[in-house]
């Protein structure tokens, strides 16, 4: 199957800080790929749709301004946390797909902890 | 927002035996599909049943899709100890996936 690579796979930052994560098609290109974040012994939230050239499509009560998407090219989309509290602790993980409508390849997930 | 149901929340057998999860979701739906998650690692796509499947198989893996009840069921068969993890059911509508909340599955050895 394809692989989609996820970095870094940890983070821990400092209360007011900003975290770049970068996910990776690395044997195929991506024109749209997802955020998720997922809380302990819970299940996955879709965050926003990352598209290739143009703005991110957020899911309704995430905040945009907090959770910066960029997609510059058709194998890398990058999520920023910005101004990261302790609240924003969370396993996050990316996904890319082939073909709209099927399987989907995930990244190996970051976990982020906010100090 | 979530699309799925999961049941049961939590499953424990023994090595050798078989695991039954349900899934049930709300919508019409184009796919389903049934990921794996090891603890603190991405999912890995298992299985995906089309909206006019009724049945499909997979290694010792064995889907069904129930349209008119809006529910699928994951057969994992002679369960390994590797096969310790979180089983999601994904339902597919325009591009996006919806996961349903996950049951736990432990194998004993």
């Known amino acids: 199957g394809a692989v989609v690579s996820q970095h870094p796979s940890r983070v821990i930052c400092k209360s007011g800080t900003s975290v770049k994560i970068e996910c990776r098609s690395l044997?195929?290109?991506?024109?749209?790929m997802f955020w998720y974040r997922q809380f302990p012994k819970q299940s996955l939230m879709l965050m926003a749709t990352?598209?290739?050239?143009?703005?991110?499509?957020?899911e309704q009560g995430v905040e945009k301004d907090k959770f910066l998407i960029n997609h510059a090219s058709l194998t890398l989309s990058t999520l920023t946390v910005t101004s990261a509290h302790p609240e924003d602790s969370s396993f996050y993980i990316c996904s890319a797909r082939y073909v709209i409508d099927t399987e989907a390849f995930f990244g190996q997930g970051t976990r982020l902890t906010v100090v | 927002s979530q699309q799925g149901e999961e049941d049961p929340q939590a499953l424990s057998i023994q090595e050798g035996e078989n695991a039954t999860m349900n899934c049930s979701y709300k919508?019409?739906?184009?796919?389903l599909q049934w990921y794996r998650q090891n603890s603190g690692r991405g999912l890995v796509h298992l299985i995906l049943i089309r909206s006019n499947e009724r049945e499909k198989h997979s290694g010792r893996l064995r889907v069904t899709l129930d349209t008119s009840k809006k529910s699928s069921s994951l057969l994992i068969t002679a369960s390994r100890a590797a096969d310790t993890a979180s089983y999601f059911c994904a339902t597919s509508i325009d591009y996006k996936l919806s996961f349903g909340a996950g049951t736990t599955v432990t194998v004993r050895a």
């Open positions: 919508t019409s739906i184009n796919n």
């Open positions: 044997d195929f290109q991506a024109t749209t």
């Open positions: 990352s598209n290739e050239g143009s703005k991110a499509t957020y």
